[in-house]
Structure formats: C-alpha cells, structure tokens
C-alpha cells in the first residue's frame, strides 16, 4: 500500500482541519479544498487495512476444536479400566475452528461431562448384555457449526438420567416443588444436588454440573440436557 508516513498524514489531516468550513444556518455543511482529496482516500485505506489485520489477527487466534478433543481418548480408556467397563469415544466435528480463548476456557467442562458419562451414564459390560446392548458403550463427542455459533454434544448410550430418583433428591431438598416440570427436573442437576449413594474421587459431590454451566455461561455460552 502506498500511503504517506504517519507524520505526514497527521500533517495533512491538521491542515485539513483547517480549511473544513461549517456553516449552521445552512443545514450542517462542510467545504474543504481539493488538495486534501487525496488525505481522504488515504483513510479510506488505512481503514480497509485496519479491517484486514482484525480480521487476520482474528484468524490467527482460530484453532481446531479437535486441539481439545483429542485430549480425551486416553482419558477414558483409562477411566473406564478403572471402573470395569467397556467404553467407545467417537469425535466428530474436531476440524471446526474456535477462538483459542475459547478452547481453553471450555476444557475442564468437557472433562466433567466426559467423566460423568463414564462414571453415571454408562454401565458394565453385564448389565448392558442383560439390557440386551451391546457390552461396549459409547459416548459421543459431536461439534457443530450453526452460522456463527458452535454447538458441542457430549452424548452416550448409557441408562440416562432417572427422573424419578432425581425428582425425589431434589424435592427433599427444596430445589423443586411438586409440580415441577420434567424440564425442571432434567435442569435440576445444575442446582448441586446428587443422586450418588456414595461419594468417589471422580463424582457424588453434586457441585460439578453447576460448575460447568457457570463456566459456560461466562463465556456467553448455554447449556442444555436432552
């Protein structure tokens, strides 16, 4: 680009300033001297090249969500030797681009998530045959793109939520009344209750879910259970 050096421009745009004539009476006007044309097309520029580094320095913060999926594989093969079970993870979606600040900011949550999947959603190898399904569990882990947005699924195969377990944990603790919907109750996870008999190093606690979707949140993001 062939544009003046800064001082100069700053020269041109002072003088500039100083052949502006406004006239009030005659609706907000202005004249200026064919010389600062050019100063005007300069900017118009400088503006273009402005708007260009934004948007390269934007680009160059986009990394592959896959940078932060394919953490997690390892993750749950060893989570899933330490409880017995049998368990599968499929990553689709890892080539779509999110801010880097992004990418780490959503880290620990996926983790949760994956964690409880694991630990909650899927079950052994015999209960899963006895269910009639296959020994072999599977979690999902799905990016999407919708226009500007991206949606992340963390999904599995597993016995789901029980409704009726989690209506009555949140009922005697005062999170719901009796009325409650099912949307409610499925939204009831993030208030820090918990239906695990038993507290372990990986969940019972109850305090996770509302982490996670206070973590999200923060990030302009949303959190929903399906």
Do not use: W
Request: hydrophobic content about 40%; charged content about 25%.
């Amino acid at each position: 680009y062939n544009l003046p050096q800064p001082q100069a421009l700053f020269l041109e745009l002072t003088q500039c300033s100083n052949d502006f004539a406004f006239s009030l009476s005659d609706g907000f006007f202005f004249l200026f001297k064919s010389s600062c044309l050019h100063v005007s097309a300069a900017a118009e520029m400088l503006g273009r090249i402005v708007s260009e580094l934004q948007y390269q320095v934007m680009q160059a913060r986009m990394v592959p969500i896959g940078f932060v999926f394919n953490r997690f594989p390892r993750m749950i093969r060893d989570l899933a030797k330490a409880q017995e079970k049998e368990v599968e993870i499929i990553l689709e979606g890892s080539e779509i681009e999110l801010d880097r600040a992004v990418i780490d900011e959503i880290g620990e949550s996926l983790v949760h998530l994956l964690r409880n999947a694991v630990d909650h959603g899927l079950e052994t190898p015999a209960i899963r045959q006895k269910a009639g399904k296959p020994a072999t569990g599977t979690i999902r882990l799905t990016a999407s793109r919708f226009k500007e947005a991206v949606a992340i699924l963390v999904a599995d195969d597993g016995q789901g939520l029980d409704l009726e377990d989690l209506k009555a944990t949140a009922l005697k603790q005062g999170v719901l009344n009796q009325d409650a919907t099912e949307e409610q109750v499925k939204e009831s996870i993030f208030t820090g209750i918990s239906t695990t008999k038993e507290v372990s190093s990986i969940s019972g606690r109850g305090l996770g879910m509302g982490i996670v979707k206070q973590k999200i949140e923060s990030i302009g993001g949303a959190i929903e259970v399906q």
